[in-house]
Each structure stands twice: as structure tokens, then as C-alpha cells.
């Protein structure tokens, strides 16, 4: 995953990123709102410290295509810093932002700093932990929305992220995959072997500047 700003940062398959820990905060203007996303680097964190260039793309994208998401309900799987659905929330939308457990105390520290100063005016993100395939059963199935900004990385974990979104998506939510397409990662088995065993996915949007895709999927009726 290329870190905002970076213009070349190939992401190592060792997610040991950062051996010692500091902070950073950025500003972001995203369908006109400002958010202040504060970056935790470390060890603990890893891949979940930065703001990747791929979760920015897909705040740019919803905004180019004016997507609606006030009102709609939204899970955000691999979180990290918060950018994406903390966006929506300001937008209106009920967000449940869900990360493992050792991404939760940034997630809400993120949220808490980007409160609007008239309050939510849906309910306040619900931050939650959650592991792939482990324990998404305790989560619904209703959303609208599911939002996954550069988390496929590790292909250990690619079929647990599919029976995970098979759930979510079991009453017809959509789900928005934004991803730095990485050899190293088997990025693009995922979409074309892994996904497709269980939704109908199209591409949507492609960078080929800085390599990203868009991706927009929805479980398969036909199984």
C-alpha cells in the first residue's frame, strides 16, 4: 500500500513496518469536509498506522460520483486510522468502523478528533473489533455498504475476508474494494479467483499511474 504522499513505498510482506513509535497528523479535504487523521507509528500498529493512497482514492471516488451515503449503514473492514467511514459518518451515514484489536484506541481517537462541532447528525461511529472469519457471525447482515480500503495483503487471510463479506453482504449490500495492485501479494488472485467464488465483481475505477483499482461486488445469486 503506498502511504499518502509517498510516491513509491512498496509495501514489504513483513508488516513489522515501524520499530519505533511516533505520531503524525494530516489534514485531509474530502467531499468538503476536513478531516484531521492522526497516524500512530509503531510496531504494535503496522499496516494500520498510515493513511494509504488507496483509501484516499476511494473518498475521491464517491465524490466524484456524488454517491449518496447520508442515511446509509456502512461497515468498514481493515479500517485502520478511520478515513474512510469517519468521511461517511460526516456525511450522514451509520458507520461501523472494525479493525483487530490492537487498531481500536486509533480508530477512536480519530473519531473523537473529528466530532463536527454541531455533533453527529446520525448516530456516532460504533468502533468494534473484528477478525476475519473468526467472530463475523456476531455482526449483522443488513448493511448497505461495505468499504474496504488496501486489505488485501496477505493471502492467508484471503479466504476468511470472502466468508466475512459473505455474511455482511447475505441481504444484498454492496460492497467498494480499493486496492494497490501488488504481485508480491497475489493482490490480483483475490479479485480473480478468490472474490469471484462468491460475488459478481466489477471494476469499477483504475490508476495506472499509481496502480490502484476500484472494485464493486455483490454476493452471487446463482449458487
Not at 130 to 142: I, K, T, V, Y
Request: glycine content about 6%; hydrophobic content about 40%.
Amino acid at each position: 500500500m503506498n502511504c499518502a504522499g509517498d510516491v513509491d513505498d512498496p509495501f514489504p510482506v513483513d508488516d513489522g513496518l515501524f520499530t519505533e513509535t511516533f505520531s503524525q497528523e494530516d489534514v485531509y479535504s474530502l467531499f468538503g469536509e476536513e478531516l484531521k487523521i492522526r497516524q500512530v507509528f509503531g510496531a504494535n500498529l503496522g499496516v494500520a498506522a498510515p493513511v494509504w493512497e488507496a483509501a484516499l482514492y476511494l473518498c475521491r471516488y464517491f465524490e466524484e460520483l456524488c454517491v449518496e451515503l447520508r442515511g446509509k449503514r456502512i461497515i468498514e473492514l481493515g479500517a485502520g486510522t478511520g478515513v474512510v467511514g469517519i468521511l461517511a459518518a460526516r456525511l450522514g451515514a451509520v458507520v461501523t468502523l472494525t479493525d483487530l484489536p490492537l487498531a481500536i484506541p486509533q480508530l477512536q481517537a480519530n473519531v473523537s478528533a473529528n466530532m463536527p462541532s454541531s455533533g453527529w447528525t446520525s448516530p456516532p461511529p460504533t468502533i468494534l473489533p473484528l477478525s476475519w472469519g473468526e467472530d463475523h457471525m456476531n455482526f449483522p447482515s443488513d448493511w448497505d455498504l461495505v468499504l474496504c480500503a488496501d486489505i488485501i495483503y496477505l493471502p492467508q487471510t484471503y479466504a476468511l475476508l470472502v466468508e466475512t463479506l459473505t455474511h455482511l453482504c447475505k441481504n444484498g449490500a454492496v460492497v467498494y474494494l480499493s486496492s494497490k495492485m501488488r504481485k508480491e501479494h497475489e493482490t490480483t488472485g483475490f479479485y480473480e479467483e478468490h472474490l469471484p467464488s462468491r460475488f459478481n465483481v466489477e471494476l469499477v475505477h483504475r490508476d495506472d499511474k499509481q496502480n490502484i483499482n476500484i472494485y464493486r461486488a455483490f454476493l452471487r445469486t446463482d449458487l
